[in-house]
């Protein structure tokens, strides 16, 4: 079955620097499209970022554009989330997602996907 690891979460101060991973398994990675979404408590799931299965296309949401980067590495079925100069309201608990279909285009909504791991907890103190 499916399975989403992320990892890479903590504590930050603000205007630091987090790299978050999120680690996939029992699907063709090379072949799917992931996205990166967050959820603050109380709030809905509001997307992060997506990238394409070949990695050529990336697509941010405005909460993190400019500040984010996504990227994937398929040898080793991972897809990374690079944030920078981070905010308090950055502060949520990050989760990375499959996109259904695999191969479809990148995607802000959340009912495009799938498959999600359990998440990561990030923190920004001000």
């Known amino acids: 079955q499916v399975q989403l690891v992320e990892s890479g979460g903590g504590l930050v101060q603000a205007g630091g620097s987090l790299r978050l991973s999120c680690a996939a398994s029992?699907?063709?990675?090379?072949?799917?499209?992931m996205g990166w979404f967050r959820q603050a408590p109380g709030k809905e799931r509001e997307f992060v970022a997506a990238i394409s299965w070949s990695g050529d296309i990336t697509y941010y949401g405005d909460s993190m554009k400019g500040r984010s980067t996504i990227s994937r590495d398929n040898a080793k079925n991972t897809v990374y989330l690079q944030m920078n100069s981070l905010k308090p309201e950055d502060t949520a608990v990050y989760y990375c997602?499959?996109?259904?279909?695999?191969?479809?285009?990148?995607?802000?909504?959340?009912?495009?996907?799938?498959?999600w791991g359990q998440g990561t907890q990030v923190t920004v103190s001000s």
């Open positions: 029992g699907l063709t990675f090379s072949r799917t499209t």
């Open positions: 997602a499959v996109r259904s279909p695999s191969y479809a285009g990148t995607s802000y909504n959340v009912g495009d996907y799938s498959y």
